[in-house]
């Protein structure tokens, strides 16, 4: 992590919050925002209220398309019409919560690392008891794990490169799952074929 003025002493920059109201029987435009949500290394810090770091426009760059932040959810939101507001950008003030901040948001996108392994070792399960027919079903949802998980690795980069964090550990157990689900896919069609 960046240290601001001294030993322990983190500085995560500059941050913004977001906020959105949308119906709960808005399921279809809930299911999307989640979606984004899921693509952005934010902070959930309160009900419909995310806090997301904030960079400059030249190193934002090097994350278009892998990940979202404010700016990408701003739009979907406007695309949907959902209401979203945004405060100002802001810094942390005190340097002893810099660590505090950077420590759960850190753990909000280990959960999401930890939620998505229990997909796959579910879905691995559900592969191994499953009938032929459910073959096409179970690549449906690989593939929708996939996309998740192509949103977890970017933001596993952007707090490798801007923050120091390392969740490498955490990806490569994910990456791994995912390999076992194809093996188990690939060893139940071959079962399928004609002989």
Not at 2 to 11: K, L, M, R, S
Not at 25 to 34: E, G, N, P, T
Not at 72 to 88: N, T, Y
Request: hydrophobic share 40%; with cysteine.
């Amino acid at each position: 992590p960046h240290v601001a003025g001294g030993e322990g002493e983190f500085d995560l920059g500059t941050v913004n919050i977001i906020a959105y109201r949308l119906p709960r029987s808005q399921s279809c435009k809930r299911a999307r925002l989640s979606r984004a949500l899921w693509q952005t290394p934010a902070l959930k810090i309160g009900r419909c209220l995310y806090l997301l770091p904030h960079l400059k426009t030249c190193k934002l760059l090097h994350y278009q398309g892998s990940i979202f932040f404010s700016a990408e959810l701003s739009r979907l939101c406007e695309m949907e019409g959902i209401e979203m507001h945004q405060m100002a950008y802001l810094r942390v003030v005190y340097p002893m919560n810099h660590e505090n901040v950077l420590q759960a948001l850190t753990e909000a996108q280990e959960a999401k690392a930890e939620r998505l392994l229990m997909a796959c070792r579910w879905l691995a399960d559900e592969i191994k008891t499953g009938s032929m027919q459910d073959i096409e079903r179970f690549r449906k949802i690989l593939s929708a794990h996939r996309s998740r998980y192509r949103g977890l690795k970017g933001i596993v980069l952007f707090l490798s490169r801007e923050l120091g964090v390392d969740l490498y550990p955490s990806l490569k157990k994910v990456y791994a799952s995912f390999k076992v689900c194809d093996a188990l896919l690939e060893t139940t069609s071959m079962q399928v074929l004609p002989k």
